[in-house]
């Protein structure tokens, strides 16, 4: 594989740019691999890169019925952090935020990782309360956290309406730490990592059949045909229930749609990413000017990768509420992802009843901070048969347990994170 | 999703009258069914990628609640009936 390099981009400027080698081939499908992912996405490629590079792997596919990227990977709006209040989930996020912070030199792929901060506001004093034992709860893990007052959040985000009636500012909770990283480099980066030490990345190939004999998987029927495997990982997000299916497994996941947003080019305008409280909020600034923000799931069980005007008004209302001069940015695009939405709003990483199929999936609307934990401990399980230390708690049999990992201590409702 | 639903009610109405609950083919089971039952019901869903069918609340309009069968990928919807006609010897 080629090294990127400030010394590699100089002599290939001085070259006319010619030399440069494609990230990754287009492999033809061999007739069996060690290990096959479905899924091409940040999760599967993470997985592949993992396996190989961590455990040893050489003989690994990953399949995707689409393109690298064409997934939430290359839809979301970016987030990165580990402010998660349970014992369950926050050692995980953290793992992945460690994982963050060395990712660009591992994999030698410049992903934009910004550590510009995610504050959370507070509107009322019983909120507040609930953001210090969120921050309490994350030290406790050796994560950072602050809780900031008003005149400290003021000193950040000046702009924002601090009076407003419903939702005045108060204050908010700040993780330092989190920010956000560039999305599409992150799939290309884990994509180029996993080809490059012999898996094979294999686009516009769907999964449309598991084959099995008992209780072990033999292999994949695909759009390109039959391929065998020892081991079956499955990694496709929004579209978990449907693979799922042809394994004879029924999730405790629901595909809803979620949007997101982009405006024009702005000069520097927010240089952190803030959530505001009316429902769900947030923004961020990208690299190229755009304000980056949305919302909440629309809000009813979807596989079109669109959604509705309905909620497109409520974000702008929402973003106009928070900070005025919204009103005067246009925007750009606006587009849909779908998300596997699991019942407590925590995933499963997991093996399941078929003794070599495992799954990866329930990511809501928080998986691209978890891409580096999630293939890591995926690869982990997958290689070892057993859990990696942080994602214990990811058991598909959890809900049957009793051991729901419930963040927002909401119930069973496809429609948490 | 279709901006408007026709209400076996009300008519052609905007969609935001409506409040969507969830999928109206999972069979509440009984108080004594097994603790297995009660998973599957809480918890499971079929989540298909296609035809479904769900549990629709006409909130701002006649307050019944409705079975609307919709595709989840065209958003297509095939037909809206109130939930009475789903029990047994229902009328309507
Ligand atoms: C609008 C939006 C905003 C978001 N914002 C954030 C955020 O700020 N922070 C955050 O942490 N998370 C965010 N998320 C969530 C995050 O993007 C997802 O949880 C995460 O990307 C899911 O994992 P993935 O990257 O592997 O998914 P994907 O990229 O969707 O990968 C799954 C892949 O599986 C493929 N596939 C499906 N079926 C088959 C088949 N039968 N055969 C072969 N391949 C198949 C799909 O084509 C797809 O490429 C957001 C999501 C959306 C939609
Ligand atoms: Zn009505």
Known sequence: MMRYSAFSVFLQGLTGNKGWASAWGSPTPKSHYDVIIVGGGGHGLSTAYYLAKTFGFRNVAVLEKGYVGSGNVGRNTTIIRSNYLLPGNNPFYELSLKLWEGLEQDFNFNAMVSQRGVLNLYHSDGQRDDYARRGNAMRLHGVDAELLDREQVRKMVPFMDFDNARFPIQGGLLQRRGGTVRHDAVAWGYARGAASRGVDVIQHCEVTGIKRDGYRVIGVETSRGFIGCDKLALATAGNSSVVADLAGIRLPIESHVLQAFVSEGLKPFIDTVVTFGVGHFYISQSDKGGLVFGGDIDGYNSYAQRGNLAMVEHVAEAGVSMIPALARVRTLRSWGGIMDMSMDGSPIIDRTHLDNLYLNAGWCYGGFKATPASGYCFAHLIARNEPQETARAFRLDRFERGYAIDERGAGPMPNLH | ?92
């Not at chain 2, 901006?3 to 004594?32: M, N, V, W, Y």
């Not at chain 2, 006409?58 to 789903?86: F, I």
């Open chain 2, 1 to 92: 999703m279709a901006s408007l639903i026709t209400c076996p009610h009300c008519g052609r109405r905007p969609t935001q009258e409506f409040t969507i609950r969830s999928d109206a083919s999972l069979k509440r089971p009984a108080p004594d069914a097994s603790q297995a039952d009660w998973h599957d019901y809480v918890f499971l869903r079929p989540n298909p990628r296609g035809r479904h069918s769900e549990h629709w609340h006409h909130s701002a309009g006649c307050r019944r609640w409705l079975v609307v069968e919709r595709d989840t990928v065209t958003h297509e919807v095939y037909g809206v009936r109130d939930v009475v006609s789903d029990l047994a010897g229902g009328a309507r």
